[in-house]
């Protein structure tokens, strides 16, 4: 298990998402910004747009999907 913040995958806060792969915490992380704006935190709305709108642009969204492969591929096992 691994685990990544909201901020470390584009967002506002420091909630934690445990997984054993990346997709797993992107997952949870689509969940929380959904969850998050829908329960009225305008923090959120920013990084839930983008998620939304995530594969509006392919290449960027690539860039970003390798990215947090990448990133979570770095860190230590919990």
């Known amino acids: 298990m691994k685990t990544m ?3 470390q995958l584009g967002g506002p806060c420091e909630v934690a ?3 054993e792969s990346a997709d797993e915490i992107i997952q949870q992380q689509d ?3 959904k969850d ?3 329960g009225g935190d305008a923090s959120h709305e920013q990084a839930d747009t983008d998620m ?3 594969w509006k642009r ?3 969204s ?3 999907y390798f990215g947090v492969k990448r990133d979570f591929a770095a ?3 919990d």
């Open 5 to 7: 913040t909201c901020r």
């Open 17 to 19: 998402f445990r997984g």
């Open 31 to 33: 969940r929380h910004l």
């Open 36 to 38: 998050a704006v829908r």
């Open 52 to 54: 939304r709108g995530r």
């Open 58 to 60: 392919p290449k960027k």
């Open 62 to 64: 690539l860039d970003w």
């Open 75 to 77: 860190l230590p096992e």
